[in-house]
């Protein structure tokens, strides 16, 4: 392979994990959407490098969960993946999970939606913090 020919595969490789973390944001808010009004669709974007396509995938919200799990695996429509800078990890009902290669997966991995994301929602546990009031006090409080 000719180092013009390297250039323009990383060069790929790069802008077509660029793309695909682009489509990755759009179902971001779509997951967003359907967590908080409840799973009215399952129509997903497909992740692949063409920022003109306009296929959808469908998936439900729990393979959705299980994809975003990965911060370099994005869902594509089959046919859609690119042999040269992506490998086919997994093929599921109507579509193809892909794997970003070389700067490609670090570049979907820095920009993974969930990476920053805290735990900042988390839940106390039930019980947890209740307070308890001890007998001597609840003898004050009575009249
Ligand atoms: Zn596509």
């Known amino acids: 392979m000719t180092q013009q020919k390297?250039?323009?595969l990383r060069e790929r490789t790069l802008k077509a994990a660029r793309n695909q973390?682009?489509?990755r944001e759009i179902n971001e808010r779509i997951a967003e959407v359907n967590?908080?009004?409840?799973p009215f669709a399952d129509g997903w974007v497909c992740e692949c490098l063409d920022t003109s396509c306009a296929a959808s995938i469908e998936m439900s919200m729990?393979?959705?969960?299980r994809l975003?799990?990965?911060p370099n695996?994005?869902?594509?429509t089959p046919g859609h993946e690119q042999a040269d800078v992506e490998d086919v990890v997994e093929q599921c009902q109507g579509y193809l999970i892909v794997a970003k290669r070389g700067s490609g997966a670090e570049y979907a991995t820095a920009h993974d939606p969930r990476a920053g994301?805290?735990?900042a929602a988390k839940h106390p546990r039930s019980g947890a913090g209740e307070e308890r009031v001890p007998p001597s006090?609840?003898?004050?409080l009575s009249p």
């Open 6 to 8: 390297d250039a323009t």
């Open 21 to 23: 973390s682009l489509f």
């Open 35 to 38: 967590r908080r009004v409840g």
């Open 62 to 65: 729990h393979e959705y969960e």
């Open 68 to 70: 975003r799990s990965h």
């Open 73 to 76: 695996h994005f869902a594509v």
């Open 117 to 119: 994301r805290s735990r």
């Open 137 to 140: 006090a609840r003898l004050r």
